[in-house]
């Protein structure tokens, strides 16, 4: 399976068509001789057909770097409506390597498309309600709104929902301009670099409670892994390639600093916060 066949479902999802959507996996499958390829690509195309999904929808614990519960949907153009130059360096791609990961993604952006679909992800959700207290909540590890009513779903969802402390990213500027709708306070929303719209659009969007600040992708001219991150030497570099004031982020939300992840805090408001394109 490679990127350009991802690329044929993401559209036809993007487009709405199940239909073609399923037409393109039976092609696809005609040639895949990967099992697991073979064995998710098949349930995707079930999923497709009578709505009931077949992958999690929510992402919990699953790994060292991101501990919070978290939701993910296909990234790119169609569902990506601000990306501008972080199409060329977008890591949402690389998990399209793997074909759980795809086909949960390409799962979850159909179910946002329908009413039907969002209860499912609503019933997902509140499986993780605690009994008491809260729990941190990153909203599109991949992928980003694709418009006001995408942004109108899930603010009225954390809305009804205290409990979950909720962050993200977004270059989807435009369309929080637009809403007109109420923001809850248990949403941060970080300034996501490589958008297509410009720094008036920006400076609007800083003046609204609810963002944070910017959340920087810096080029440094060399090949970064992600264990990189939290190394002094490569953050000297990157603040260096940066020139300005800014927390370079350490590639673990979990314990980033002493006092919880920056990119969801109040005390890191107005503060560029920085990573290596990677």
């Known amino acids: 399976m490679n990127r350009e066949n991802c690329t044929r479902i993401a559209n036809a999802i993007a487009a709405k068509d199940n239909a073609l959507a399923c037409s393109v996996i039976d092609d696809i499958l005609t040639k895949e001789t990967g099992a697991h390829w073979i064995r998710d690509l098949t349930k995707l195309k079930a999923f497709l057909l009578d709505g009931s999904p077949r992958f999690s929808i929510m992402a919990k614990d699953g790994n060292g770097k991101l501990p919070f519960l978290a939701f993910s949907s296909l990234a790119g153009k169609g569902f990506c409506i601000g990306a501008g130059d972080c199409l060329n360096f977008c890591y949402s791609f690389k998990a399209w390597r793997y074909p759980a990961a795809f086909c949960r993604q390409a799962q979850n952006s159909a179910l946002l498309q329908s ?80 958008s297509k719209y410009g720094d008036s659009v920006k400076d609007k969007l800083k003046a609204f409670d609810y963002v944070r600040g910017e959340f920087v992708a810096v080029s440094i001219g060399a090949s970064v892994k992600s264990t990189d991150h939290a190394d002094r030497a490569h953050q000297a570099t990157l603040r260096k390639a940066y020139g300005a004031k800014a927390y370079t982020c350490t590639g673990k939300c979990g314990d980033c600093t002493p006092i919880g992840h920056a990119c969801g805090s109040d005390r890191f408001k107005g503060i560029d916060i920085i990573i290596a394109v990677h």
């Open 115 to 194: 009413d039907s679909g969002r209860e499912n992800i609503l019933a997902a959700i509140d499986k993780f309600e605690p009994v008491s207290g809260a729990i941190d909540f990153r909203l599109y590890v991949d992928g980003d709104f694709t418009g006001v009513e995408d942004i109108a779903f899930w603010m009225e969802a954390l809305t009804a929902r205290p409990w979950l402390i909720t962050y993200g990213y977004s270059k989807s500027w435009q369309s929080f301009i637009d809403y007109k709708g109420i923001v809850p306070s248990n949403y941060k929303l970080n300034l996501s670099s490589g």
